[in-house]
């Protein structure tokens, strides 16, 4: 079946850091990939996706490639701030699009701090 | 344009009651997802209902239920609750599935 391995938190970082929570996948074929993020007492906000080899997604400073050789989908951010503090989940959907239905890792909260 | 809206956002029921949830799309979104949130299992899939039909099921037991209406809402019911089913529950939509998902707030239901 079709599984996401992130990181485990939660990652601490100074202001202005630089950030990576990597993420891993197995799937059949190749599934799209996305980020969430979810901030305290909030639903999830889509980041970031990617749908195919290579592809980079990125958003508000933020970037993931598909890596299909290493079925990996690492997020990255060159400066964090202290708003980026919050939960991120690295998730897939099957590539069949025989509907809609999320597969996520368990999740990486960050904190930033000043 | 409007989020996808899910009501009521706090909810507490007792042991052995049943509970509705319900879920706007975002307007022209067809599939509807719903996603049951908590810390120990982390975000698992419920179910997925598309034109009113179910197109895709996770491994809940059958006390969870859901239906789509012509309009694209959904709901989704629990019976005779748990404790366990205590957890945010989300719902998602998007145009087909497959292309990105819009998510609501949630609803946290707690169960006593």
């Known amino acids: 079946g079709n599984s996401v391995t992130q990181m485990e938190g939660p990652v601490t970082l100074s202001e202005e850091a630089f950030l990576t929570i990597n993420c891993t996948y197995t799937a059949t074929g190749y599934p799209s990939l996305f980020w969430y993020v979810q901030y305290p007492g909030e639903g999830l906000q889509l980041l970031l996706k990617?749908?195919?080899?290579?592809d980079k997604g990125s958003n508000k400073g933020f970037e993931a490639t598909y890596r299909k050789e290493t079925t990996s989908f690492h997020l990255e951010k060159g400066s964090v701030q202290v708003s980026d503090s919050a939960v991120y989940f690295c998730a897939l959907s099957p590539i069949n699009n025989a509907g809609n239905m999320l597969t996520f890792g368990g999740g990486t909260r960050l904190m930033v701090k000043p | 344009k409007a989020g996808v809206t899910q009501t009521p956002r706090y909810l507490i029921k007792t042991r052995g009651q049943q509970v509705t949830l319900s879920c706007s799309p975002i307007s022209g979104h067809r599939s509807v997802s719903w996603y049951q949130q908590t810390p120990g299992q982390g975000l698992q899939f419920l179910f997925e209902?598309?034109?009113?039909?179910?197109?895709n099921k996770g491994n809940f037991p059958g006390r969870f239920s859901g239906r789509q209406f012509s309009n694209s809402r959904s709901e989704m019911n629990v019976s005779t609750l748990e404790l366990g089913d205590s957890a945010l529950y989300l719902c998602a939509s998007s145009l087909e599935g497959g292309e990105g998902y819009t998510f609501g707030s949630g609803t946290r239901l707690t169960v006593v």
């Open positions: 990617a749908t195919k080899a290579d």
């Open positions: 209902y598309f034109s009113e039909t179910q197109r």
